[in-house]
C-alpha cells in the first residue's frame, strides 16, 4: 500500500510508529518537491496542512484518493472556502498537532458526512478509534489544552506559582501525561501561538488571548521547560 506523508520531522517521525508492516510510505517535507507524484497515492497524510491550505490546488490531482488533512489551526470550511475542494478527492480532517498524532483515538472531523465511511477505514488501517468532531478551528481537544496553556502563561507571570509547580500540579492534580508548559514545548511554543490567535481571531473569546509571557517565548524563540 503506498502512502504519501507530507509534515514536519517531528510530525513524520511521530506518525510513522502507526503505519502498518505492510504499508509502502513515502515521506516528504515539502509539498513542491512531492508535487509530481500526488496522482500515484489513493491515500495522502498531510500532517502539516494547516500551514499551508493552498496545498488543496496540488491534491485536484490525486483523483479518488484520500486526504487525511491537519486542520486545527482553521477548519475545512476555511480552506475550501479559499482555495476549492478538490472535487474527486475525499477530504477529512484530523488533530495532527505533535503529540496528538500517536494516540489511540483520532480526532476527525469532515464537510460531508458521507465522507465518514473512508474516514473509518483509515482509522481501522492505522489501528485507532474515529472520534469524530465539529469542523471548526481548534476541534475540541487542542481547545481546552491551549486554552489551559494561556491560563498557566498567566498564572507565571502574575506571580502566583512557578512554572515547574504549575505543570507539577497539572500532572498529579489531573493525570495529565505532561504539564501545559511542558506541553507547549513538546507540541512547539511557535505552533500554539499561532493556534491561539485563529482560536481568538474566530471565536473572539477572552479565554484564547494570548497572554503576554507566551507572546514573549514565541518572539524569542525560547522553551518554557529545560
Not at 503506498?2 to 515539502?30: C, M, R, Y
Not at 491550505?53 to 482553521?74: D, E
Not at 491551549?146 to 507565571?156: D, G, P, Q, R
Not at 500540579?169 to 489531573?174: I, P, Q, S, V, W
Request: with cysteine; hydrophobic share 40%; glycine share 8%.
Amino acid at each position: 500500500m503506498k502512502v504519501l506523508i507530507i509534515g514536519s520531522p517531528k510530525q513524520t517521525a511521530e506518525f510513522e510508529a502507526l503505519l502498518p508492516a505492510d504499508a509502502d510510505p513515502t515521506i516528504g517535507h515539502d509539498i513542491e518537491e512531492m508535487a509530481f507524484a500526488i496522482p500515484n497515492f489513493k491515500l495522502i497524510f498531510d500532517l502539516s496542512f494547516d500551514q499551508a491550505p493552498n496545498r488543496l490546488t496540488y491534491y485536484s490531482k490525486a483523483k479518488g484518493a484520500i486526504l487525511v488533512a491537519g486542520s486545527v489551526i482553521q477548519s475545512l470550511a476555511q480552506a475550501v472556502h479559499q482555495y476549492g475542494k478538490p472535487a474527486p478527492v475525499t477530504l477529512v480532517g484530523w488533530n495532527t498537532l505533535p503529540t496528538f498524532i500517536d494516540r489511540p483515538v483520532m480526532e476527525c472531523s469532515v464537510l460531508d458526512e458521507a465522507d465518514k465511511p473512508k474516514g473509518e477505514e483509515v482509522g481501522r488501517l492505522l489501528g485507532r478509534e474515529v472520534q469524530w468532531v465539529a469542523d471548526r478551528v481548534g476541534m475540541v481537544t487542542p481547545r481546552i489544552l491551549l486554552m489551559l496553556i494561556n491560563e498557566a502563561c498567566y498564572t507565571h507571570q502574575e506571580g502566583t506559582a512557578s512554572m515547574q509547580d504549575i505543570d507539577l500540579g497539572m500532572r498529579l492534580g489531573t493525570n495529565y501525561p505532561r504539564g501545559p508548559l511542558a506541553w507547549a514545548d513538546a507540541i512547539g511554543v511557535d505552533v500554539v501561538h499561532r493556534a491561539l490567535e485563529a482560536l481568538h481571531r474566530d471565536t473572539g473569546d477572552e479565554r484564547y488571548r494570548i497572554s503576554p509571557l507566551l507572546r514573549k517565548h514565541y518572539l524569542t524563540g525560547s522553551a518554557f521547560t529545560d
